[in-house]
């Protein structure tokens, strides 16, 4: 429920003690027209919104939610709850001795919660009560007060997760909350919003003829999100909502034909583009995946690989979803990966602050000792997390950002320095080289655009890319 004024605030991505990318914390506003306050109800009734679901949403959801759905019983909302699982629908209205869901909570079958405590016999009774006055959804109606028509209002600049170079580099599209901003490529101006359903964009990437934007993010512990945009128009073309937490790291196949990303629920998916049908899940890793990359072998066979906080980067074959290999010695939780365009190799990064560049397909025969054979070089280590990774389009240059706000920009080749990218307040969260290479965009923390001019480095131009409304204005309100 909207009180009657949400603010939101998009925060550092935390980095320590295995919190992850995942703290949106923006200094945004929204004013939404105030909720009907719900209807008051008799004392001898129960309500479903402040009494059953927070009981559901605190012992239930964990095993109960689209990511795992145990009993194929998902209770996210009323109507997933009511719509049951294998076993029928878990309760009737008006009758509580016939309703499977307390032969359940009650251990008259397999005790529920699964592994946890029971319920306690008072927050069985609620539940008891609650059907036999009828099981009514009592969820209070929320009007969305963002919309295409009225966008996110900011009172601050939100922290900057994703940024992608249209391919004729005209066009820089930004993350926003709630939304896509796309700028003149040289800053010079805000060209159009693209507002959707997440909370968070974390990753933004053109089709090959700029024909369409597809973006991942989604909304915390809530859902997960694909967007494709057509950039004729800047029109939705569709939104797929796919899993129950945030979605990472996405990248486009060969052909402009597939989205691969990550996933909070650990998992790896393909899907087409723009239909959002499935083509392929992973579900080997053992921890949030924050990066994919597609290659292709030398038999035009395609497969992605993904990398996260396990410290794997798996390769995984897509026709079949067969999982290969892991292509790396585990040594650090990994945050970033990116595919040197030119050639099939990968560079990734994380929480040791080594960027690591590999060969994407081992070339020698695994053994006990573990070495690292599908390692080509290691680069500068540097002052702090590596949080953002980028390949310049030619395949010469890369470019790593970490959590202390210096971007590093070498040559691909032999590692030697470029330039030290400086001025971000705190992590750099996103990089991406221009079309032509000679300019390369940055955005983090401090919720800055920076674009520099390489091989100098120098600032050719910085700007908040979100409109601000002023403090006076906040008084007003």
């Not at 369409?212 to 694909?226: D, K």
């Not at 196949?253 to 998992?267: E, I, T, V, W």
């Not at 080594?354 to 054979?373: A, C, G, S, W």
Request: aromatic residues 8%.
């Amino acid at each position: 429920m909207y009180p009657s004024k949400v603010t939101s605030s998009l925060a550092k991505l935390g980095q320590a003690a295995g919190l992850g990318m995942l703290l949106l914390f923006a200094g945004l506003t929204a004013d939404p027209a105030p909720a009907a306050p719900p209807a008051q109800t008799p004392s001898n009734t129960v309500s479903y919104h402040r009494q059953i679901w927070p009981i559901l949403q605190a012992k239930c959801q964990a095993c109960h939610q689209p990511a795992s759905s145990g009993g194929k019983l998902v209770v996210i909302t009323y109507a997933d709850f009511l719509k049951g699982g294998e076993h029928g629908a878990p309760f009737q209205a008006g009758k509580p001795d016939t309703s499977i869901v307390l032969d359940y909570l009650t251990g008259k079958k397999t005790l529920m919660p699964k592994g946890g405590p029971p319920l306690s016999a008072s927050e069985i009774a609620l539940f008891r009560r609650w059907i036999a006055t009828g099981a009514k959804d009592d969820t209070p109606a929320v009007k969305d007060p963002i919309s295409q028509e009225h966008p996110p209002v900011y009172y601050s600049p939100p922290v900057l997760t994703a940024l992608a170079y249209s391919p004729d580099g005209q066009t820089l599209a930004v993350s926003g909350y709630r939304e896509i901003l796309l700028h003149h490529a040289d800053g010079s101006g805000l060209i159009a919003r693209l507002v959707g359903q997440s909370q968070k964009i974390s990753s933004l990437v053109y089709t090959s003829d700029g024909k369409m934007l597809c973006a991942v993010g989604g909304s915390p512990a809530r859902f997960g999100e694909a967007q494709f945009w057509n950039t004729a128009d800047n029109r939705l073309t569709h939104a797929v909502q796919i899993s129950y937490d945030t979605l990472f790291g996405a990248s486009l196949s060969p052909d402009n034909k597939d989205l691969a990303f990550g996933g909070a629920d650990n998992s790896v998916r393909v899907i087409t583009i723009p239909d959002g049908q499935p083509v392929m899940r992973l579900d080997n890793h053992s921890d949030w995946v924050f990066a994919t990359v597609f290659g292709v072998d030398e038999k035009n066979a395609l497969f992605v690989l993904s990398a996260g906080r396990d410290q794997a980067i798996k390769l995984t074959l897509v026709n079949g979803g067969s999982f290969i290999d892991d292509i790396n010695t585990h040594s650090t939780a990994l945050r970033c990966l990116v595919r040197n365009p030119k050639a099939t190799q990968v560079l990734c990064g994380g929480d040791d602050g080594i960027p690591r560049l590999y060969k994407m397909f081992r070339t020698e025969v695994r053994t006990m000792n573990q070495e690292d054979h599908n390692l080509l070089r290691q680069y500068d280590k540097q002052p702090g997390v590596i949080t953002a990774l980028a390949f310049s389009n030619d395949g010469a240059m890369i470019a790593v950002g970490c959590d202390t706000g210096l971007v590093n920009v070498y040559t691909a080749g032999d590692g030697k320095p470029v330039a030290a990218l400086r001025g971000l307040q705190g992590a750099a969260y996103t990089l991406t080289f221009s079309p032509d290479s000679k300019r390369i965009a940055t955005g983090g923390f401090d919720g800055a655009v920076r674009l520099y001019d390489l091989p100098a480095g120098t600032l050719a131009k910085a700007f908040i890319p979100v409109p601000i409304t002023p403090a006076n204005r906040t008084a007003q309100k």
